[in-house]
């Protein structure tokens, strides 16, 4: 998934670039300096607390199992599957989807939460602890 999202990134950057010849220098200068702060990851929280440990997430995710939650904190070691409280995505072009059950599967009525561009928040009551996997879609 890294190469597919880069790659839609790139065309889009490529495209952008196209069609802007025209903008001003310091226009394009301010809105690299604006998209400069992200980092193309979703991080996922143990808890509501200021302290809480987190996990990031570039890539697609089939299962959660294996992984824990990396920084310090409260839940530090703790497994991500079936364990995160809130999420804040920090890209600037893809959302991401935290799903219910494994593989992405949101077949039936099995919940499933997006977290759009910059969207900090708890996950909604379907998938809060009780997430199993998620992806990544292009919004912008």
């Known amino acids: 998934m890294t190469s597919a999202r880069r790659m839609v990134g790139s065309l889009a950057v490529t495209a952008a670039l196209v069609a802007g010849t025209t903008v001003l220098a310091t226009a394009q200068a301010s809105a690299q300096t604006q998209r400069a702060d992200w980092d193309g990851n979703i991080y996922l929280y143990y808890s509501a ?8 997430y570039y890539d697609d995710v089939n299962d959660f199992a294996g992984h824990t939650f990396a920084a310090g904190g409260e839940g530090h070691g703790l497994r991500v599957k079936n364990n995160v409280n809130r999420a804040w995505n920090n ?17 039936g009525n099995a919940p499933y939460d997006d977290f759009y561009p910059g969207e900090s928040r708890q996950l909604n009551d379907g998938v809060r602890n009780n997430n199993a996997s998620m992806s990544w879609w292009w919004v912008v």
């Open 91 to 107: 890209d600037a072009d893809f959302a991401a989807r935290i799903y219910y059950n494994e593989y992405q599967n949101a077949s």
């Open 49 to 56: 607390s200021p302290n809480s440990s987190w996990s990031k």
